[in-house]
Nanobody, 123 residues
Framework: QAQLVESGGGLVQAGGSLRLSCAAS????????MGWFRQAPGKEREFVAA????????YYTDSVKGRFTISRSNAKNTMYLQMNNLKPEDTAIYYC????????????????WGQGTQVTVSS
């Protein structure tokens, strides 16, 4: 099993930046592909970005390409999401998730989830 804890959320003005972290414990971190998802009030949870077990490949939803960067440090058992040029529509609870097979964008395929961290972008 893996335990995941997100941090780094907060309130920021439009155009600002935040860096989210996801600290993992339990089974070997490098065994998992990882993803970031978000859920805005009244909306379904949606995919944001994913990264392979080695960190060699990444995948983003179109709305964050060029603004967000996903990365990981297997030595530190931590994944990151650098968010630049934030927009009000990025406001949501952000969740990190882990899966034991190839990374993808499907919520239902991830095995472990963190508790989420709130990101609020003011206009």
């Amino acid at each position: 099993q893996a335990q995941l804890v997100e941090s780094g959320g907060g309130l920021v003005q439009a155009g600002g930046s935040l860096r989210l972290s996801c600290a993992a414990s339990g089974r070997t971190f490098s065994a998992y592909a990882m993803g970031w998802f978000r859920q805005a009030p009244g909306k379904e949870r949606e995919f944001v970005a994913a990264i392979t077990r080695s960190g060699g490949s990444t995948y983003y939803t179109d709305s964050v390409k060029g603004r967000f960067t996903i990365s990981r440090s297997n030595a530190k058992n931590t994944m990151y999401l650098q968010m630049n040029n934030l927009k009000p529509e990025d406001t949501a609870i952000y969740y990190c998730a882990a899966k034991s097979a190839t990374y993808n964008e499907y919520v239902s395929s991830y095995d472990y989830w963190g508790q989420g961290t709130q990101v609020t972008v003011s206009s």
